[in-house]
């Protein structure tokens, strides 16, 4: 089945850096456009960004473009979210998506921490 585990979430200072990975499996990885959401207490998740299968092509919300990456590596079914200059509204679960034969796959989450 459809599996997707989140990992990397961690306590960090405003301004500093955290790398997420999502690894997939049990489904062809690499022809799937993945996404990265983010769900802060008691607001709504919303969307953080999204890659192409192949990784040739990424979108961003506005607020973490330019602090935010997403990547890709096909061969390890794994797709990243390189974030930098971490502020505290970027604080939040973290949640890969996978959109499978019409289907929402999410992971477990991770938790971002930011904090002084």
């Known amino acids: 089945q459809v599996q997707l585990v989140e990992s990397g979430g961690d306590l960090v200072q405003p301004g500093g850096s955290l790398k997420l990975s999502c690894a997939g499996s049990?489904?062809?990885?690499?022809?799937?456009?993945m996404r990265w959401y983010r769900q802060a207490p008691g607001k709504e998740r919303e969307f953080v960004a999204w890659i192409t299968p192949p990784g040739s092509s990424t979108f961003y919300v506005d607020s973490v473009k330019r602090r935010f990456t997403i990547s890709r590596d096909n061969a390890k079914n794994t797709v990243y979210l390189h974030m930098n200059s971490l502020t505290l509204d970027d604080a939040a679960a973290y949640y890969c998506?996978?959109?499978?034969?019409?289907?929402?796959?999410w992971g477990q989450g991770t938790q971002v921490t930011v904090s002084s």
């Open positions: 049990g489904f062809p990885f690499n022809k799937y456009d």
């Open positions: 998506k996978a959109q499978v034969s019409v289907v929402d796959y």
